[in-house]
């Protein structure tokens, strides 16, 4: 007879840092100071930070190691050569411009491909592609599979491009005002839901027919990978690097912000395989962003972004951090919070709407839930929902997006089991006083990207 194995995190702790857990009175005074917005928190006033996965993972020893070897030339850096080969072993693009993070790779790209009334379509556009969309007077469009709106189902790849949908869209629009299709891998906006390889098969070959490019978000296309091999039957066993290069392999190029599946604190890049492309890109990441070489990075950064990209893409890592969010998202569906199924690569998101159901849309429903749970457990989360989703930037309305979310983050290589129950404890604890939570309404609102510094304060 064979014991059954154990599981455990491929990976020793060498180093900690200390938090601190303040009263629920101390927390209530600081998150009304803070307009009931959890972004304008201090850290450490935070005792578990689910805010979000980007920039908060913990660097490997060899990525540190990395950093100290790196050099910090103005242009042509070694550094710089390192990440080009990474992405071109790994992605197989030939063509790299690093950026400062996710959110300049999209101003680059966007910079030479969008203009005002073009139509971008995605699966489901995360806030910062879709702001980089609507500032040129473009269109961002949604073509997400309908099966992503059931949270219940077990439907195995809800970040897929629902291609009937797309086809369509296409007609609709025309292709000629159709610069590019947004893929996200995994679907950020959706619940970390993955896309199966055949869906970007098929979205590929439909985008050819037209002559439409096909690009990446690619933040996270290492999970997505991993839930190809354990979701999808033909990739069984393959190689997570073999997954990775086939998907990259029917695109035209993506960006990446590098805080995520290259476990970085900072960096980005955009990948292109078009000689001309790259070239019109140059000009927009010299004026933008610095050299084509450093794009805003010290070579540390660099060298670091390269190793972690096969830090990455290691399976036994992947195992674990995929555990880490299941075991959060089933101790939580355990707990009769309700929540997103099946569970995600980077975050469990947890349905609002179907938690708070006293709370009308009007009244930020995900946001209500995102504070009471900082008061009662310390722990900060964020808000995928209507507050996420802005104005409309014609009619000036609140759009309300179909799932009002709660997604519950977790950063790489940092926390361990033990802090995840604490998270389900403190959704314990909102469960005991969830019918008193009241609703929010705006004191300040910015015009873009308003999840970030609106302020709230409790509708009476």
């Known amino acids: 007879m064979f014991e059954k194995e154990v599981f455990a995190e491929p990976y020793k702790i060498k180093m900690v840092e200390k938090i601190r857990k303040i009263t629920k009175a101390e927390r209530e005074k600081l998150v009304r100071e803070a307009g009931y917005n959890v972004f304008n928190l201090k850290s450490r006033d935070v005792y578990i930070d689910l805010l979000t996965d980007s920039g908060t993972g913990a660097m490997s020893d060899e990525q540190w190691s990395e950093m100290l070897k790196g050099d910090e030339a103005y ?16 992605m197989g693009f030939k063509y790299v411009l ?16 969008v203009k005002k009334d073009d139509v971008i379509i995605g699966n489901m556009h995360f806030d910062t592609t879709k702001a980089h969309i609507e500032v040129r007077g473009a269109h961002a469009i949604n073509c ?15 970040g897929n491009i629902d291609t009937e949908k797309l086809e369509e869209l296409i007609k609709e629009y025309g292709p000629e005002r159709i610069p590019l299709v947004m893929i996200t891998v995994t679907c950020n906006s959706g619940g970390g839901q993955p896309v199966s390889m055949e869906n970007i098969k098929k979205t590929a070959a439909i985008l050819k027919k037209y002559n439409i490019p096909m690009f990446f978000d690619a933040a996270r296309f290492a999970e997505n990978a991993y839930f190809i091999r354990t979701r999808e039957d033909a990739y069984k066993n393959v190689p997570i690097i073999q997954i990775v290069r086939e998907m990259f392999s029917y695109a035209n190029g993506a960006t990446m912000s590098c805080k995520k599946d290259a476990i970085v604190n900072i960096g980005g890049f955009v990948a292109l395989n078009s000689p001309d492309l790259y070239q019109q890109c140059t000009q927009f990441c010299v004026i933008y962003e610095g050299f084509v070489t450093y794009g805003g990075l010290s070579g540390r950064d660099l060298a670091a972004i390269a190793q972690g990209l096969y830090d990455g893409i290691d399976y036994e890592y992947l195992k674990s951090r995929i555990y880490q969010t299941e075991y959060l998202g089933k101790k939580l569906r355990e707990a009769g919070v309700p929540i997103i199924w099946p569970i995600g690569g980077h975050a469990v998101y947890v349905n609002a709407r179907e938690f708070l159901p006293q709370i009308p849309k009007e009244e ?3 946001q209500a839930l995102v504070v009471q749970l900082y008061i009662e457990g310390g722990v900060r989360s964020v808000e995928i929902g209507t507050v996420l989703a802005d104005r409309d930037p014609i009619t000036g309305e609140n759009r ?31 469960k005991k006083v969830k019918d008193k939570i009241r609703g929010l309404r705006f004191t300040y609102e910015p015009k873009v990207l308003r999840h970030f510094t609106a302020r709230f304060e409790f509708v009476s």
Not at 75 to 83: C, D, H, N, Q, Y
Not at 84 to 90: E, G, R, V
Not at 406 to 415: G, N
């Open 400 to 430: 309300y997006p179909e799932l009002d979310l709660v997604r519950l983050a977790i950063p790489r290589r940092t926390y361990t089991l033990s802090h995840m129950d604490v998270v389900v404890d403190a959704f314990e604890k909102v």
């Open 98 to 113: 690093p950026t400062h993070q996710g959110r300049g790779a999209e101003n680059v790209l966007f910079s030479v491909m």
């Open 75 to 90: 242009a042509g850096s070694v550094s710089f050569e390192k990440l080009q080969k990474a992405i071109d072993d790994i």
């Open 364 to 366: 930020f429903t995900a």
């Open 144 to 158: 997400v599979t309908k099966e992503a709106f059931d949270t219940n189902s077990d439907y195995p790849f809800k």
